[in-house]
């Protein structure tokens, strides 16, 4: 059977559509918000918040670019704009004079934090909305239920903070 003749393939794809439309959505929302109020990006952020979990010392390039799914040449422009705000350093690695460690500053590190809430928060909102166009409930559905036991109610901003 063809992947086209699978029984369920048009509702796979409608979903993927739904996501995909939901997501550039999300994202521009998402973007917009950070910008507007600590100035900086999206994908920027998920830069920082990744440096924030990583080891003290710092986070190679390449792990980098492997967290955010982005490639190397993209993820070096972005610690460049980040390293310009301040918001983290670039580290030469001892061993390896080739490899560059990336290591969030206090000020990126205190970011990072307030902007996760604003993250958190303005998702929720773009996910209420997006919970009721025809073309994106399913997905958000799925993303808000998924793993969730039927019987308990979704966690409160509150519970998950």
């Known amino acids: 059977m063809t992947p086209a003749n699978r029984p369920d393939s048009r509702k796979e794809t409608s979903l993927w559509q739904s996501l995909t439309t939901l997501t550039t959505r999300v994202n521009?929302?998402?973007d917009t918000r950070l910008a507007r109020t600590h100035d900086v990006l999206l994908t920027e952020l998920f830069a920082?918040?990744?440096?924030c979990e990583g080891h003290p010392t710092g986070t190679r390039m390449q792990d980098l670019a492997d967290r955010l799914g982005l490639e190397q040449s993209s993820v070096s422009r972005l610690t460049t704009r980040l390293q310009r705000k301040g918001l983290i350093e670039r580290v030469k690695d001892d061993h390896d004079r080739r490899g560059v460690y990336c290591v969030a500053t206090p000020a990126g590190q205190e970011l990072a934090t307030t902007a996760r809430l604003t993250l958190a928060e303005a998702l929720g909102e773009l996910l209420d909305v997006a919970a009721f166009d025809e073309h994106t409930a399913?997905?958000?559905?799925?993303?808000?239920?998924?793993?969730?036991?039927?019987?308990r109610p979704m966690a409160t901003s509150e519970e998950t903070s």
């Open 28 to 30: 521009q929302a998402l």
């Open 48 to 51: 920082l918040l990744a440096l």
């Open 138 to 151: 399913a997905v958000v559905a799925r993303l808000r239920y998924s793993g969730r036991p039927a019987d």
